[in-house]
Structures are given as C-alpha cells and as structure tokens.
DNA sequence: GTTGTGACTACCA
DNA sequence: ATGGTAGCCACAA
C-alpha cells in the first residue's frame, strides 16, 4: 500500500471522531487498518496546516493525556478545543468515558 | 546500509 | 503511580 493511501484513510478516521469525544493515535491506526502506525498517526497530524478542519487535537495517547508538555503552546491549544467540546480533565488526564466512540 | 528521531505503546521493575 | 526500556514504522541525514 502506499503512503498516500495510508494518509487518506489516517485523515478519514480522524475526521470521524464524534465532537467532544476522542480517540488513541494506536486506535485511529488500528480503525485505518495499519495497527502499529501510531507513530505514524503522529507524524501525519504534525503535518496538517493551521487552517486544517481535521479535528486533529480529538487524537490523545494510549496514557489518555496529551502528547505535548504541558508548557508548550500547542498543549494549550489542543487542550482548550477539548475542554471547549466539554471534554473533561482529571488533571493532565481526560475522563475514561469520552474513549468509546467507535466499535 | 546505518543511525537518529518522533504528536506512540506495551511491559516490567 | 512512575520511570526505564525495548519494540514499533516511516523518513531524513
């Protein structure tokens, strides 16, 4: 399969993420049908343009928190559009029940 | 071909 | 709970 593919399905997946829910980088890998691409899931919302509508920051690590320090700005960022959604924090954590959404 | 890196994970002490 | 470590896979030097 080629890379190009792998993205198209990587953003399709993502853009299926219901609002105010989210989703692991190792299970929009799985739900791509790449299970082990997660860092792969990464390396292609890093890539994604400012202005992008893809709802990138509902994409949280397998720990369910953030994958950015907390002092950095997109941490900020990516945490406000959550809580903005009603996404609950338990401090750096967010509430186990937003997890299912698909399957 | 090898090495280092990353918005990752699972496992183990 | 938490830090270290070893897999993981694509990509750029």
Redesign the pocket.
């Known amino acids: ?1 080629s ?1 190009n593919h ?2 198209e399905v990587i953003w399709n997946v993502v853009s299926l993420i219901p609002h105010g829910h989210v989703a ?6 799985s739900l791509s049908g ?10 292609v ?4 343009p400012d202005d992008s509508r893809l709802p ?2 509902r ?5 369910g928190k ?3 320090p907390e002092s950095s700005l ?1 941490y900020e960022r ?1 945490r406000k559009r959550l809580e903005d959604e009603g996404v609950i924090f338990n401090g750096s ?1 967010i509430s186990l029940s937003v997890y299912q959404w698909a399957g």
């Open positions: 399969m890379v792998i993205n692991t980088y190792g299970q929009v890998a790449y299970s082990g691409y997660s860092r792969h899931v990464g390396s919302l890093k890539q994604l990138w920051h994409v949280i690590n397998a720990q953030i994958s950015f997109s990516q954590k």
